[in-house]
């Protein structure tokens, strides 16, 4: 082989290795990079999920202190004092404008109709996030009787939608769908 045979061999292993180098390097910098980024985007879903999880947490406690309300409004009876169970019962609970809602027309809201069963508690059963600032929940209300209180057992689950929004940073039951009785498991 001649020199400048040689030449041109160790050339263009030179550029071969420069070639290589290069493409090593590139590689390891953008996996550096997709790293970093996926530190980020794992910051970031870390902290998102934390709040998720906080509010849907406040979400259902509200759900549940609320269910525990329930059997305090008895729904027969007159309208003055009905309105005044909705108000101190349920005012902490609901936004305004389902306050208001049931003041104007108390039949509409939820409570205790008989004195036996009575709704005992809301199980939640779903919670979905609709948009930044509301909730949807799904659950039952528990209708329990004395007889049920010792068995630990229920006379109805009547189904329940609630629609829980954030009002001024506090979240508030806004709007309350309740499935016909005759719908329910007993």
């Avoid at 390891?28 to 980020?40: F, S, Y």
């Avoid at 027969?76 to 005012?91: A, F, Q, R, T, V």
């Avoid at 509301?134 to 329990?144: A, D, L, M, R, S």
């Avoid at 009787?145 to 940073?169: C, F, H, Q, W, Y």
Wanted: hydrophobic share 35%; glycine share 6%; net charge negative.
């Amino acid at each position: 082989m001649g020199k400048s045979k040689i030449a041109l061999i160790v050339g263009i292993c030179i550029i071969a290795l420069v070639i290589i180098t290069a493409f090593d390097y590139s590689r390891g910098q953008n996996a550096r990079d997709d790293l970093e980024t996926n530190i980020d985007q794992e910051e970031t879903k870390d902290t998102y999920s934390e709040e998720k999880t906080e509010d849907i947490k406040i979400v259902e406690g509200l759900v549940i202190e609320f269910g525990k309300q329930l059997k305090k409004v008895p729904l027969l009876g007159p309208k003055d004092i009905l309105i005044k169970n909705i108000e101190e019962n349920y005012s902490e609970f609901v936004s305004t404008q389902l306050l208001n809602k049931w003041k104007d027309n108390p039949q509409t809201a939820p409570g205790r109709f008989t004195s036996s069963p009575w709704p005992d508690r809301i199980e939640v059963s779903y919670i979905g996030k609709t948009s930044e600032n509301q909730y949807e929940v799904k659950g039952v209300i528990i209708e329990v009787t004395s007889t049920d209180l010792s068995a630990e057992d229920v006379d109805s689950k009547i189904p329940i939608v609630l629609k829980i929004i954030n009002n001024r940073g506090k979240w508030v039951i806004d709007d309350i769908i309740i499935h016909d009785s005759e719908l329910s498991d007993k």
